[in-house]
């Protein structure tokens, strides 16, 4: 069974600060799927990384995929409060089909 | 606004209500999604459907029935549910069944049980 494991699962950072979340998954995949949920709100599409060595970047946040160490990485750069968020892997599994099993979260909140 | 809407937003139910929980889809997307989230725990994936049939039930206790009209909508009709079951439901939609493709949730229904 795949599991999907992310840490950390509460991060508290100061606004202007870099730091890294991690999704590791235990078996192979080479798709992965990093949403953000907002309190009371559903969960926005991030990032979609397809493939070995996938990286890409939309303001602060950077994805990337190892599919090698079964990981895949999420940094934030220069944080603000605005990113302030609950934010989840998902991989699928088998690769390339529609389940999606998601990782537990990572509850980010930036302080001004 | 993702296209994926839910009603109602919040409900509270007594074991021996039944209920049912609405999404639907503005985006003309071919599949469609249960989900719960559980406080503390991962997403789990509870229904598929995909062009109105059902492809996929993950083991969901008959306690849950889905139902999609048509490929907009999509229904899950709850009875004599347990307290265990209060949760977030989440619907979603992609094009197809496709992995490479994104889903796209809607805001969720939020289920309390007493």
Redesign the interface.
């Known amino acids: 069974e795949l599991k ?1 494991e992310q840490n950390p699962l509460f991060l508290s950072m100061q606004e202007g600060k870099n730091y890294t979340i991690y999704c590791n998954y235990s078996t192979t995949s080479d ?1 992965l ?1 990093w ?1 953000r949920q907002d309190p ?6 991030l990032f ?1 990384l ?1 493939s070995n060595g996938a990286v890409k970047q939309e303001g602060r946040l950077m994805a990337s995929l190892d599919t090698k160490a079964r990981l895949s990485t999420l940094h934030i750069t220069a944080a603000v409060h605005d990113l302030s968020a609950t934010y ?1 892997c ?1 991989v ?1 599994y088998p ?11 990572t509850r980010l909140k930036v302080l001004a | 606004e993702t296209g994926v809407t839910q009603t109602p937003r919040h409900l509270v139910m007594g074991m021996t209500n039944k209920k049912s929980l609405k999404c639907e889809q503005h985006l003309g997307h071919n599949a469609m999604y249960w989900y719960k989230q559980s406080a503390k725990k991962p997403l789990e994936l509870m229904f598929v459907y995909s062009l109105e049939e059902r492809v996929e039930n993950n083991s969901v206790p008959s306690r849950f029935s889905p139902e999609c009209p048509n490929s907009s909508h999509l229904f899950l009709h709850l009875h004599t549910l347990q307290p265990e079951d209060s949760a977030l439901y989440l619907c979603a939609s992609s094009q197809d069944l496709g992995g490479a493709l994104t889903q796209y949730f809607g805001p969720g229904t939020r289920l309390l049980v007493l």
């Open positions: 999907v798709r799927y949403y009371g709100k559903s969960l926005e599409s979609v397809l989840f998902a699928s690769s390339g089909t529609y389940k999606y099993i998601f990782g537990t979260g």
